[in-house]
């Protein structure tokens, strides 16, 4: 009889088939009750007995997903099977579009125009200023700020720093007091 059979077959007062059923160093909680004569009796506690009852239909389900997981893989390796294999390109293709990776792009209107409201295409403008051939160093350092910016969610400091005229660190004019005259 399959261990399957034997739980469903369990009543509540099998107390003992239900523990010896246990695998080893398993453990049932149990509850102490009371029957009509007024006598103690012990009991399983009921969520054990009904997750036990429950095994015979998760180990149906584990057969069927198994067996469904089974036949995916086997539709798929005969798919893969079937497939021709794709022949590599050729090395001057390779050359062709490693040149294009690294070639610079240019801003567009639209994009640039986008850069005024939208972090990313603000972003993707600076990256192009500052990887462009013959870029200040302002440039890059604008392009670092903003990364990092971006990176701490502080976008207050990322429109800062797209906006910032000057270097990091490079000496600017005092701001003007108010109020006061010599």
């Known amino acids: 009889m399959a261990y399957a ?7 509540d007062d ?4 239900l523990l010896a059923q246990l695998p080893a160093g398993g453990a049932i909680p149990l509850r102490l009750e009371e029957d009509r004569a007024g006598r103690a009796v012990v009991k399983p506690d009921d969520n054990a007995v009904k997750a036990l009852r429950a095994l015979p239909g998760l180990a149906s389900e584990l057969r069927r997903l198994r067996q469904q997981v089974a ?4 539709r798929s390796k005969r798919s893969r099977a079937e497939e021709p294999a794709r022949p590599a390109p ?6 062709e ?12 209107a639209r994009a640039a125009s986008a850069a005024k409201t939208e972090p990313l295409a603000a972003l993707a403008v600076q ?11 302002r440039e890059r350092a604008r392009l670092i700020a903003m990364a990092f910016a971006a990176s701490e969610g502080d976008l207050d400091g990322f429109w800062e720093a797209r906006r910032s005229r000057k270097a990091p660190g490079a000496p600017g004019k005092a ?3 108010k109020g006061r005259t010599s």
């Open 71 to 74: 036949e995916m893989e086997a």
């Open 175 to 177: 701001p003007a007091r």
């Open 90 to 95: 050729p090395p001057e293709t390779l050359d």
């Open 14 to 17: 099998d107390l003992d088939s």
């Open 97 to 108: 579009l490693g040149s294009l990776l690294s070639a610079p792009f240019r801003v567009s």
């Open 127 to 137: 990256v192009a200023r500052a990887t462009a051939e013959g870029a200040n160093e």
């Open 5 to 11: 059979d034997r739980v469903s077959e369990r009543t």
